[in-house]
């Protein structure tokens, strides 16, 4: 087990598991496929009979006990395998016996870490948000045009010029930031963003480009001497430096090479160099005749009418049989015979010095049938790939390049889908969006979850919001991908939205503004829910009201009334001037935030000496039934002040009779003991006893007989202005 690179996090759907939440990951490389016939690999369980998807990972904490040494682990058949989910970005880390059983004499007893699976989830590299970023406004902008109105159809060349001049910036990024920082992420990303570039790129040669008369041979050959980086651009500058060229033992492997990728204008040059520096007569001549051969190879640079590329080609191909029979070639060494077998221009002979399939096919187009149509790409093919497709050198990355020049939508789309979620995202909607691809037409039973009840374009982009959710900074990006993804999307937006961190006042407000205006009502509701039980944690009982009253929990707002109302109690002083602010305007249908407004009301005009009002809220809260009964007590308390106002007598016969019925009801009930609880303690601040409770209502049974006498007496008058409390 490597220990030097911790890379593994969790995933989401499983966080139960061992593997550590610090633990960051930079696993981004494609997956490599060696095997032709291989399904996508995106079941966790299944049955991993091949190589291609294992890789060693460092766990933390490892599935090795502490003081086990990873060699005699192995050495008791268990070793460690993975398996990597692109859809998804998640590794499968578990115990895979691969030794043969009769290598151990002994069964082997089994353990916990024999049937433990490790389901992490590869971060993101920092260096990919920004490119993350850009594509998504470009996926947005495709996804919002209508390509079947006036000009739709013919702006697609715009949105892939986005793509790659995205993809290129990226790239540009990556090479400079590697001179400094030539880490595994870079390397890795670079790799990556290379074979984004590449596939893209091809991609729009063969299925999206708007120049369908040029023939496809000049097209993949100009892809070629972009894309593939198999040539060795230091060997040409060796070459070039070197005053004996023709005996440097990679001078003719060079320039065979640069004639298959069509790289003709490179191989002229440095042969004129290489005569230019020759002294022998008989070799100059040779080399003469080779430059003025290739100079006459037919172009791509203009296009010619109809027969006239085929004519000219067969010409040129007569030139080349008269050089390659010539006397002269045997001068220029046995190391030339390459260079000849290509310029025999058959298809064998080019197949047999070719080092690559690109090669071959390059070659063959070039060299063979250089006005080959589209449609017949498929015989080129057939004819040029059997050889190398038995070779494990084919990766998922060729068997995609293949398909696209197969004219194969479908097949490429599928092979995008194992290679990378975001190139199968973006790729399918392109071509989806400008009637290249009928998505309908694909048929990926064996890579949608079963019950999959979408298209399968939006399948593929909900894999990649998936796997972008191991970010959750990018939480906006993920969102905007799953609202265009039909009902399926926007299911899977409005729970996994709720888990999105709350970590700032500003991206809570964010978060829900976005619910609203996507009328992501059930998320809307539990994500305020979440917010209110915080907020209530940390005493912000004014926030809680109101995200809790969105959320609908009428029940959860009682408890937080209850609690400001209980505070009160305990203080002595209850100032709710800033909880009314943000709730008062609030349309709810909760009695307790209406009792909670008027009680804090009262309190309100109580403490400004406002008492006759005061008086009248009080009455109000207790005859309308807005005050739940369990604070009856306190308002009958609240209420003594007034009654013994010697000023002003606050409350008339009515109200006084209203004061009386409701102690009565509370002393009367079953649940009298219940509803005293509330009650003053004790002068020792322990639970009042029976005696004293009933002391505490006597003193207020008192005070209402004394100030029903009162109002008989002297009736209260309303004046303009209160009179203040003595």
């Not at 990679?250 to 005569?275: K, P, T, V």
């Not at 979440?530 to 004014?542: D, L, N, Q, T």
């Not at 602010?581 to 000496?609: P, Q």
Request: glycine residues 4%; charged residues 25%; proline residues 3%.
């Amino acid at each position: 087990m490597s220990t030097g690179i911790p890379l593994i996090q969790p995933s989401n759907t499983a966080l139960n598991l061992n593997a550590a939440a610090t633990k960051r990951s930079i696993f981004s490389a494609p997956t490599v496929d060696l095997n032709a016939n291989h399904e996508m690999a995106h079941d966790m369980d299944r049955d991993q009979n091949d190589e291609e998807y294992v890789a060693m990972l460092h766990l933390d904490p490892s599935p090795i006990k502490k003081g086990v040494s990873a060699d005699s682990w192995a050495k008791t058949n268990r070793t460690l395998r993975s398996t990597f989910r692109p859809t998804t970005n998640e590794i499968a880390v578990y115990v895979a016996g691969r030794k043969a059983a009769e290598e151990f004499p002994t069964k082997q007893k089994s353990s916990v870490e024999d049937n433990t699976i490790f389901l992490c989830q590869a971060a993101i590299p920092e260096s990919r948000i920004p490119f993350i970023e850009q594509t998504f406004g470009v996926f947005l902008d495709i996804a919002s045009k209508n390509p079947y109105k006036a000009g739709g159809s013919s702006d697609y060349k715009y949105h892939l010029e986005r793509y790659n001049k995205t993809i290129e910036e990226h790239l540009a990024h990556l090479y400079v930031e590697s001179k400094t920082n030539d880490t595994l992420e870079i390397e890795q990303e670079t790799i990556l963003m290379e074979s984004f570039s590449a596939v893209w790129q091809l991609a729009e040669a063969v299925f999206l480009t708007s120049d369908g008369k040029r023939p496809i041979a000049f097209m993949f050959n100009e892809w070629l001497a972009t894309h593939d980086a198999s040539q060795d651009t230091e060997l040409g500058k060796i070459l070039l430096a070197d005053s004996s060229k023709l005996t440097h033992p990679d001078f003719w492997s060079y320039i065979r090479r640069c004639l298959l990728r069509g790289m003709i204008e490179s191989a002229i040059f440095i042969l004129e160099q290489a005569l230019n520096d020759e002294e022998e007569e008989q070799v100059a001549r040779a080399l003469e005749d080779l430059v003025k051969v290739l100079k006459g190879i037919p172009s791509s640079e203009k296009a010619f009418p109809p027969g006239e590329l085929h004519t000219r080609h067969m010409k040129w191909k007569e030139e080349c049989k008269k050089f390659t029979q010539s006397k002269h070639v045997k001068h220029l060494g046995k190391e030339a015979n390459e260079v000849m077998k290509v310029l025999s221009c058959d298809v064998e002979e080019i197949i047999d010095v070719s080092d690559r399939w690109e090669e071959a096919v390059s070659g063959t187009f070039l060299f063979v049938h250089p006005d080959c149509e589209r449609e017949n790409i498929g015989q080129v093919l057939e004819t040029c790939l059997p050889r190398f497709l038995e070779s494990t050198d084919v990766t998922l990355l060729d068997r995609i390049k293949i398909a696209i020049l197969q004219l194969d939508d479908v097949k490429t789309i599928r092979l995008c889908g194992e290679f990378h979620p975001w190139l199968v995202a973006h790729l399918s909607t392109v071509l989806q969006q400008y009637g290249y691809l009928d998505m309908s037409a694909v048929d990926l039973q064996d890579i949608a979850a079963q019950g999959w009840d979408s298209n399968i374009h939006e399948f593929f982009v909900i894999g990649y919001a998936q796997s972008l959710m191991s970010n959750l900074s990018l939480w906006e990006i993920i969102a905007g991908y799953l609202l265009r993804c039909g009902h399926t999307g926007r299911s899977t937006l409005s729970e996994w939205i709720c888990h999105v961190p709350l970590d700032s006042s500003e991206k809570a407000h964010k978060v829900l503004k976005f619910c609203e205006e996507n009328d992501l009502n059930d998320s809307l509701r539990s994500i305020n829910r979440v917010m209110a039980v915080e907020e209530e944690k940390r005493g912000e009982y004014s926030q809680a009201i109101q995200h809790f009253i969105i959320s609908k929990d009428l029940d959860r707002v009682a408890k937080v009334v209850d609690n400001l109302v209980l505070g009160y109690l305990e203080r002595g002083q209850f100032d709710l001037d800033d909880t009314l602010e943000s709730v008062e305007a609030l349309d709810t249908t909760s009695g307790h935030v209406h009792f909670l407004r008027s009680y804090a009301g009262f309190r309100r005009d109580y403490k400004n000496g406002k008492l006759v009002l005061a008086g009248e809220a009080l009455i109000k809260l207790l005859s309308s039934g807005t005050a739940p009964k369990k604070y009856w007590i306190v308002l009958l308390l609240d209420a003594l002040p007034l009654l013994e106002n010697k000023q002003q007598v606050i409350f008339d016969s009515s109200d006084t009779f209203v004061l009386m019925r409701s102690l009565e009801e509370l002393v009367g009930s079953q649940y009298k003991s219940e509803y005293l609880q509330l009650l003053p303690q004790s002068s020792s601040g322990s639970t009042s006893t029976e005696a004293e409770k009933e002391a505490q209502l006597d003193v207020l049974r008192l005070s209402l007989t004394r100030n029903l006498a009162r109002s008989f007496v002297h009736p209260p008058r309303r004046p303009d202005k209160d009179v203040l409390m003595a």
